[in-house]
C-alpha cells in the first residue's frame, strides 16, 4: 500500500508541474512575453550591459544599434550555416546509440528521434 501512495504522490507532483508549466506557457503566449528577449538585455554580447551607462548621445545609440543588428544578423547567419553540421554530428551519434541497443529499444529510439526531429521543426518556422 505504500508504494501505491508514493505512486499516486509522484504522478501528482508531476501532474502539478505540468499544469504548472502549462499555464506559464499560456501566460506568456497571453501577455506576448518573450523571455529571449530579456536575455537579450542582460547579455553582454547584445550590447546591452557594454553601452549602458556611458552617456550615448542619440547618433551614438542610432549607430549602436546598426552595429548590434548587424552582429545578430551575422550570428543568425553564421549559426543557421552550422545546422547541417550540427545535425550530421547528432545523425552518426544517434547511429551509434542505436547500434548499442536491443531491437525492442531500438523502436522506442527511433520514436524519440523521430519526435524529437518534429520538435526541431516546429521550432525553425
Same mark, same amino acid.
Given at each position: 500500500?505504500?508504494?501505491?501512495?508514493?505512486?499516486?504522490?509522484?504522478?501528482?507532483?508531476?501532474?502539478?508541474?505540468?499544469?504548472?508549466?502549462?499555464?506559464?506557457?499560456?501566460?506568456?503566449?497571453?501577455?506576448?512575453?518573450?523571455?529571449?528577449?530579456?536575455?537579450?538585455?542582460?547579455?553582454?554580447?547584445?550590447?546591452?550591459?557594454?553601452?549602458?551607462?556611458?552617456? /550615448? $548621445?542619440?547618433? !551614438? &545609440? *542610432?549607430?549602436?544599434?546598426?552595429?548590434?543588428?548587424?552582429?545578430? %544578423? +551575422?550570428?543568425?547567419?553564421?549559426?543557421?550555416?552550422?545546422?547541417?553540421?550540427?545535425?550530421?554530428?547528432?545523425?552518426?551519434?544517434?547511429?551509434?546509440?542505436?547500434?548499442? /541497443? $536491443?531491437?525492442? !529499444? &531500438? *523502436?522506442?529510439?527511433?520514436?524519440?528521434?523521430?519526435?524529437?526531429? %518534429? +520538435?526541431?521543426?516546429?521550432?525553425?518556422?
Amino acid at each position: 500500500m505504500r508504494t501505491r501512495s508514493r505512486i499516486v504522490a509522484t504522478l501528482l507532483l508531476a501532474l502539478a508541474f505540468g499544469v504548472g508549466g502549462l499555464s506559464g506557457m499560456a501566460a506568456e503566449e497571453a501577455f506576448g512575453l518573450d523571455w529571449f528577449d530579456f536575455l537579450d538585455e542582460d547579455s553582454g554580447a547584445g550590447g546591452g550591459r557594454l553601452l549602458r551607462g556611458l552617456g /550615448l $548621445t542619440a547618433q !551614438q &545609440q *542610432a549607430q549602436a544599434e546598426v552595429v548590434l543588428e548587424r552582429q545578430e %544578423d +551575422e550570428l543568425e547567419a553564421y549559426w543557421t550555416a552550422r545546422i547541417p553540421e550540427i545535425r550530421d554530428i547528432m545523425e552518426r551519434s544517434q547511429s551509434e546509440l542505436r547500434t548499442l /541497443l $536491443t531491437p525492442e !529499444q &531500438q *523502436a522506442t529510439f527511433d520514436r524519440r528521434v523521430r519526435d524529437l526531429g %518534429d +520538435e526541431a521543426m516546429d521550432t525553425e518556422d
